[in-house]
């Protein structure tokens, strides 16, 4: 088990070193460059050259990565272009807030689906069944931005200002500055309605998925078993039906991160939310070199990690899968 | 009722017999296609998807007015008989917006999945086919684009290609999602092909001498139609969804060009006092993703019971 683990954390070099240096050469071959946008309109050729020169910017390309990476490899993620700030010390204060937002937006998703998907597989073809799926089908057409609207309107705009409708409050402990607000009453405050828009799209899809392998497995022979044996029904749909039903379940939540991340993308972008989504697009969009680097690896080592961990849930799971 | 589970196969009442077992259709594909028309499910996503082609298509006869024209005596109407989803910030009708916005998320739905199996089925087949280094050549390019997050992809390239408006545009945004989605099709293909090419039909095949081209689209493809189809109606869904998101950061079709992603964001900053400005592009997503979906569904249940 060790042994594959250290494997698979080995192998996310390759995977992590493809992403960053097709976003690398993507990111170059758009027309332009942030230079121009750094001097202003009233940039001399020089002042451009200089500036370039200044930031490796006239190397070739693969020289230009080259250096990157062994900047990297000494910890060091390069400076932003247009800020001048350190790239790895905007990605270590903005990443708390997306991780906040993810793990609440997984919370709301199970306590959604798993529910809903054991009354409708349990209750099959009643109307708690019919509600479940239709409510379902209904949550996967919506796009995580329209749903985090409705709730704006509905919480924001309609209850008179109930939710704050942009902005953040940090929690203690995670405030980059010394202006910024921190309590924990006003974190929940801003980080429900995100959460709760990006926690329903997924909890639509996961209940559907779940619903469909829960119908399988309570019609094996070792739910029937267990339920001869006298066990009583609550242990034998939580322990020898959902457990198993879980397995598909999560392979599909592995692969929905890449959903994920574009979903906070979103729903940052909507909340106006201090975390690596809002972070990424701006520095893309602004064609900020450095920055899109340290947002393409920082997303690639979750996306290759929490792919990692959707592994090893399997053998919690299922005991009989086992990686040698 | 075996294959049951839909809630729709659920409500033909109990004793009344399919008749699709007693011989009236045989073929897979018939008792498929009648399948589907017993599935309600399909039948309200099929009519769903019809209102929208018809709507996309005549949107210069529907729309009751221009969705570029500029009206600065009519800006922020609230809905009326003389614009039923009211005005913007620029006067313009908001359902003749929304009408034609129709047009830019089908045609980018369905093109972009077209342009991605017209890509990822033949490198699909070839790679399953014939194997070897062929197959860890192909698969590797697709690896490195599934390694990545959909949406950094999809945003990195639209970047790239510099969003604008009209045809242009719409295609721009048609091609940075087929690329994304091209290894979803070749792995699926793929997949299909190691197991359909151990067949005795194929093996026949090789020994009266046909060639690799027509084993290939003669027989291997249509016998891994069905997989195809399901993902290729759900993925118009996925698409129009990922279109709608990438207009909503602003990476989509420009305007003037009617984009219902563009019309919910450009209208967040009125929502206080206008917010069915955001409300009718935003339903008109749902409903449409919805349609899509609910008829891939149907499709899946009727094509392939055992994908469920």
């Known amino acids: 088990m060790r042994v594959y683990v250290l494997k698979r954390l080995i192998e996310i070099v390759p995977t992590v070193l493809a ?15 942030p230079v121009v946008a750094l001097l202003g309109d009233g940039y001399t050729e020089e002042d451009a050259v200089r500036v370039r020169a200044e ?14 990476l062994a900047k990297l490899a000494r910890g060091d993620w390069g400076r932003s272009i247009l800020s001048g700030r350190p790239v790895l010390q905007d990605v270590v204060i903005r990443l708390p807030v997306t991780i906040e937002l993810i793990v609440l937006s997984m919370g709301v998703a199970l ?16 109307w708690a069944d019919y509600t479940a799926t239709t409510v379902a089908m209904i949550g996967v057409s919506i796009p995580e931005f329209f749903i985090g609207v409705l709730l704006l309107l509905v919480f924001s705009i ?11 409050v940090y929690l203690p402990g995670t405030c980059p500055s010394m202006v910024c607000g921190v309590s924990i009453w006003g974190n929940m405050q801003h980080v429900l309605m995100p959460a709760f828009a990006l926690g329903v799209a997924r909890a639509a899809l996961l209940t559907r998925i779940l619903r469909a392998s829960m119908l399988e497995v309570v019609r094996t022979e070792y739910v029937t078993t267990a339920r001869a044996k006298g066990l009583s029904e609550r242990p034998v749909v939580l322990k020898h039906a ?17 959903f994920l991340i574009g979903g906070a993308i979103v729903v940052e972008t909507l909340f106006a939310m201090p975390g690596l989504g809002t972070f990424g697009i701006d520095a893309i969009i602004a064609r900020d070199y450095q920055q899109v680097q340290g947002f393409a690896l920082i997303t690639a080592i979750a996306f290759v990690v929490i792919n ?17 | 009722m075996s294959g049951g589970g839909s809630a729709q196969e659920a409500e033909i009442p109990v004793g009344i017999t ?3 077992r007693t011989g009236r259709a045989n073929s897979p594909l018939a008792q498929g296609l009648y399948r589907l028309g017993r599935s309600t499910t399909a039948l309200i996503g099929a009519a769903i998807v019809i209102v929208l082609i018809v709507v996309a298509g005549f949107a210069d006869v529907l729309a009751p007015g221009s969705p570029t024209a500029n009206a600065p005596a009519h800006t922020f109407e609230r809905p009326s008989w003389d614009h039923p989803l009211g005005t913007d910030q620029l006067g313009r009708d908001m359902l003749s917006r929304v009408i034609y916005g129709s047009r830019v998320s089908l045609i980018v739905g369905v093109s972009s999945v077209l342009l991605a199996l017209l890509l990822g089925v033949p490198l699909g087949l070839v790679a399953g086919y014939y194997g070897g280094r062929v197959d860890t050549a192909v698969m590797r390019v697709m690896d490195i684009i599934l390694a990545f997050p959909i949406y950094l992809l999809a945003i990195i390239l639209m970047v790239m290609f510099t969003p604008t408006a009209g045809l242009l545009g719409t295609m721009k945004v048609t091609g940075a999602i087929a690329i994304v989605r091209i290894p979803i099709y070749a792995r699926l293909v793929r997949g299909s092909v190691l197991s359909i090419k ?49 207009s909503f950061l602003g990476l989509g079709t420009q305007p003037p060009t009617p984009s219902w992603g563009w019309d919910l964001k450009a209208n967040l900053a009125f929502i206080q006092d206008n917010p069915w400005l955001s409300l009718f592009p935003g339903l008109a997503i749902f409903f449409t993703v919805l349609g899509f979906n609910l008829f891939g569904d149907g499709l899946r249940d009727a094509l392939d019971p055992r994908l469920k």
Not at chain 1, 112 to 125: E, K, M, T, V, Y
Not at chain 1, 158 to 168: A, K, N, Q, R
Not at chain 2, 198 to 219: N, P, Q, S, T
């Open chain 1, 19 to 33: 992403i960053t240096f097709v976003v690398f050469v993507m990111m170059r071959s758009i027309p332009g460059d």
């Open chain 1, 55 to 68: 930031y490796g910017l006239d190397k070739p390309l693969i020289v230009q990565y080259g250096i990157w």
């Open chain 1, 111 to 126: 306590a959604i689906s798993i529910p809903a998907a054991i009354i409708g597989a349990l209750r099959q073809n009643t």
């Open chain 1, 158 to 168: 309609g209850l008179g200002g109930l939710l704050p409708s942009s902005g953040w």
């Open chain 1, 242 to 258: 959902l457990k198993n039903a879980l397995i598909p379940t999560v392979t599909v939540m592995g692969l929905q991160v890449g």
């Open chain 1, 308 to 324: 990692l961990l959707v592994d090893l849930t399997y053998t919690f799971l299922d005991p009989r899968i086992r990686y040698a």
């Open chain 2, 18 to 20: 399919l008749p699709a």
């Open chain 2, 198 to 246: 151990e067949k005795e039909y194929i093996e026949a095949c090789h020994a009266l001498g046909v060639r690799d081209h027509w084993i290939l689209f003669g027989h291997v493809l249509p016998n891994c139609l069905a997989p195809i189809i399901v993902t290729t109606t759900l993925g118009i869904a996925t698409s129009i969804i990922v279109e709608a998101t990438l």
